[in-house]
């Protein structure tokens, strides 16, 4: 565990003295921050994440910890009274309690996963975002942001070379989504919806199939059973070393036809460019089918 000392947090300030003592309470809560208040919380902040990526490489990228580790160091209730500076308390907590206990997924030694999905300037986005707090659910709930949303994701397409009858400029379009988890189930039920209404409604929603990998990340089945496909209509297909644990064309074709012959409908497939277990990447152009829904 690395000794460093994260940051002085009642003393990184331009001239403020700490007001938090005073705070108002109205409720369990404390009202808003004013404007110098919360600007002098926010440094403190920024130079707490700041001084841990300075450091980053000093910590061990998994922590030495069991089960439990945490409950054990905090209280049974939530804290309900005044602190004089309740975020220096927090931030202490968060250097002492939680960085002992995290897998430091930004280590320039954490190869697992997806390790290159954040950044400090990603940070500040992030920043920016929850200090706006927009909620663009429509046009009217937010112009700039749900505008800006199809700008970007067409920017994106374009940067990805997609057809131009997928982008908004063309007639199609996308959205922005938290995780690929919400990607896979935001697809599955459009696909779901569009099939549905091409092959005489609900009525059909058990004859519906999805076809996968054994080597495709296991939220996909999770979300084809959120989106109300049959446990039983999920099609995992074999895959082996000798092809780089590709998922093979010919096994879909067969999958899929003996699906249509059995009066089923052929739905979706999740083809994968990385899988988790192998980093294979399935031959995309090979596996396209006529009136298969494709996710990748």
Known sequence: ????????????????????????????????LDGREFRRQGRQVIDFIA????HIDEYPVRPAVAPGFLARQLPDTAPSWPE???LASALRDVRDLILPGVTH????RHFAHFAATASNVGALGEALAAGLHINPFT??????ATELETVVTDWL??????????????????????????????????????????????ERMGD???????????????????????RANCRVIPTCRESGFTLSPAALQAAVRADEAA??????????????????????????????????
């Open 1 to 32: 565990m690395a000794s460093f000392n994260h940051a002085n947090y009642t003393a990184r300030d331009t001239g403020s003295s700490p007001a938090a003592a005073a705070t108002p309470t109205l409720g369990v809560g404390p009202l808003p």
């Open 51 to 54: 001084d841990y990526y300075d």
């Open 84 to 86: 004089p500076d309740a």
């Open 105 to 108: 997924w930004q280590s320039p």
């Open 139 to 144: 046009w009217a709930a937010s112009p700039a």
């Open 157 to 202: 397409g374009k940067a990805l070379h997609l057809p131009e009858q997928l982008l908004f400029c063309g007639g199609g379009g996308g959205t922005l989504l938290g995780t690929s988890c919400e990607a896979m189930l935001c697809t599955i039920v459009a696909a779901r919806d569009r099939k549905l209404a091409e092959v005489g409604g609900e």
């Open 208 to 230: 519906l199939v999805v076809y996968c990998s054994d080597q495709t990340h296991f939220s996909f089945k999770k979300a084809a059973h959120v989106a109300g496909i049959r």
């Open 263 to 296: 009066g089923r409908v052929p739905l979706f497939l999740c083809a994968t460019v990385g899988t988790t277990p192998t980093a294979a990447v399935d031959p995309l152009r090979e596996l396209c089918i006529n009136g298969l829904e494709n996710h990748f």
